[in-house]
């Protein structure tokens, strides 16, 4: 089914929370499976459910909250989205506009975006963080297919500083400030739910993805089209299909995650700080 949505549509959601907390916010995070736990740490937090805000998505994986946090985080005023949206989970790409428009709408010009990957590059570890360079989809549309609006952005624009090299280069700075080592790459979409098989891994690997993952770039280029400016951040989780000798399991990314939150909550406390 072709979706199409207004303008209007996104600014219902958008006007609904901006009239609950008065202010508009400097930038926006789009946390991943298991890394929401930095909402925990907003300041003067207001929480939102995804249920109470109109127009919205509602999500429906075990790891991921589903509220929206706004509040002050290193000094700046945020939208934490702690919850994100999947194609996996029967979203269509269209759909999957809604999140970084609203946040957007919501005066974000920036978005920090963070999800688990699976480590296609051999060379990377389980736990690495992985800055992304750039990302490659080749399965399924593109979320802004249909009816373009031009209040957000031109139809055709162009991609090739979408991961802002920008905010690469203040992540790395941010990263030697606290002694972390980060990879940078390619991220690799594959839609999911299940992880992929070892010959797709080594066919990411020879078309040259780094790591592989089953979110962010609908959100990364929506974000693009809209002119905000998009980090990404990608922790390995473990190692992509027919690295290891063993079977993927969400127990394991879930676990890598819990280990490596606190490690990736100081790197973007330190980001937002720098941000401008
Ligand atoms: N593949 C796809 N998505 C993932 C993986 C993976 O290996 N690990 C965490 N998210």
Do not use: W
């Not at 202010?23 to 929480?47: F, K, M, Q, R």
């Not at 490659?136 to 009816?147: A, D, E, N, Q, V």
């Not at 055709?156 to 905010?167: A, H, I, K, P, T």
Request: hydrophobic share 40%; with cysteine.
């Amino acid at each position: 089914m072709q979706r199409s949505y207004s303008y209007d549509f996104f600014k219902t959601s958008a006007d609904y929370v901006l009239a609950r907390s008065g202010y508009t916010v400097d930038l926006a995070l789009i946390l991943g499976s298991s890394l929401g736990s930095l909402a925990e740490e907003i300041v003067n937090p207001i929480v939102i459910d995804y249920a109470d805000i109109p127009n919205f998505l509602q999500t429906t994986v075990d790891s991921h909250a589903g509220k929206l946090i706004l509040g002050d985080l290193s000094g700046k005023k945020v939208a934490c989205m702690s919850g994100r949206f999947h194609y996996y989970e029967g979203y269509d790409f269209e759909q999957l506009v809604i999140p970084v428009r609203f946040c957007h709408l919501l005066g974000a010009k920036t978005v920090i975006l963070t999800n688990a990957a699976g480590a296609v590059n051999t060379s990377f570890k389980i736990g690495d963080i992985m800055l992304i360079e750039d990302h490659i989809k080749l399965i399924g549309g593109s979320p802004l297919r249909g009816k373009n609006i031009n209040e957000f952005g031109p139809r055709f624009f162009d991609v090739s500083d979408m991961y802002s090299r920008e905010l690469r280069d203040t992540a790395k700075k941010c990263a030697a400030r606290i002694n972390m080592k980060l990879r940078e790459g390619v991220y690799f979409y594959m839609p999911g739910p299940q992880f992929e098989s070892p010959a797709e891994i080594r066919a990411i690997r020879t078309l040259g993805g780094d790591a592989v993952g089953m979110s962010t770039v609908t959100e990364a280029i929506t974000a693009a089209h809209c002119g905000m400016k998009v980090l990404g951040l990608s922790l390995m989780t473990n190692m992509a299909a027919g690295v290891l000798d063993q079977a993927l399991t969400v127990e394991e990314v879930d676990a890598t995650a819990a280990l490596t939150s606190e490690k990736f909550k100081e790197l973007i406390r330190e980001i937002v700080q720098e941000i401008a």
